[in-house]
């Protein structure tokens, strides 16, 4: 069987075809990477509407925010609220000391700081304490940024535990360290507090935190409504059994 050979013209003008799809390709791929460009452009400018509606919105929520929490500080039986509410949201995550650190929490607040020139989001969540065997702050914050293009950055403040130095003996300082540590492996709270280095592997816990602030009753109350529909469950086999 013989092989067919291609004339000098039939693989000029295979060459040719060749060459003009590599241009035709050219020309498609610099049409699309331009509309997609244009589309980018849209996004953009839409994370930065979406960010100055937002301000506005944290704007108009805040004095309602502040009159919740004021209320909520100054009524009797409320006393131990937020640290009611923190527990119940974070109790999988607890420790040791987790529990007597949450019991210690009057108060919680948000801020909520919006860039919309660079489009990045300053959130900072301050624990207010009352005295206990643990830690001496009043106060402890932690704030992340949220920068535009996805990375996060986060600073805190630094925990004052309690201890008990013994100023006769040199190796006073590292009994002090000795402690911190094992404090530190004893609270999720408050190694989450001054943890830094990788905010990426605690934003959801961040986040989680900032929604009990935004509605902490459904928190609070949702276990309330579980207890009671378990009671009347309990109730209504009590019933059932004395019928039989």
């Not at 400018?45 to 108009?60: A, M, T, W």
Request: hydrophobic share 30%.
């Amino acid at each position: 069987m013989s092989k067919k050979v291609k004339s000098k013209e039939q693989a000029a003008t295979t060459t040719e075809s060749n060459d003009k799809s590599e241009v035709i390709s050219e020309a498609l791929l610099k049409q699309a990477i331009d509309i997609q460009s244009q589309i980018e452009k849209i996004y953009e400018d839409n994370k930065i509407k979406v960010l100055e509606i937002e301000k506005k919105y944290q704007e108009k929520l805040k004095p309602h925010y502040e009159k919740r929490d004021k209320l909520i500080e100054t009524s009797k039986g409320l006393d131990n609220f937020w640290s009611q509410a923190i527990s119940k949201a974070m109790i999988d995550n607890f420790d040791t000391l987790d529990q007597e650190v949450c019991d210690a929490i009057t108060l919680m607040e948000v801020k909520v700081d919006i860039n919309t020139q660079d489009g990045s989001q300053k959130k900072t969540l301050t624990l207010h304490f009352k005295d206990n065997s643990v830690f001496s702050n009043k106060t402890l914050s932690k704030t992340i940024q949220f920068k535009n293009d996805g990375q996060y950055t986060s600073e805190s403040d630094k925990v004052q535990y309690k201890s008990q130095p013994d100023t006769k003996k040199n190796n006073n300082n590292n009994k002090n360290q000795k402690k911190r540590k094992e404090l530190e492996k004893e609270s999720f709270l408050l190694k989450f507090i001054e943890f830094n280095e990788d905010p990426e592997s605690f934003v959801d816990i961040f986040e989680d935190l900032l929604k009990i602030y935004e509605d902490p009753f459904s928190m609070v109350l949702d276990d309330d409504e579980d207890d009671d529909e378990e009671f009347d469950e309990d109730a209504d086999e009590g019933d059932s059994n004395d019928d039989n």
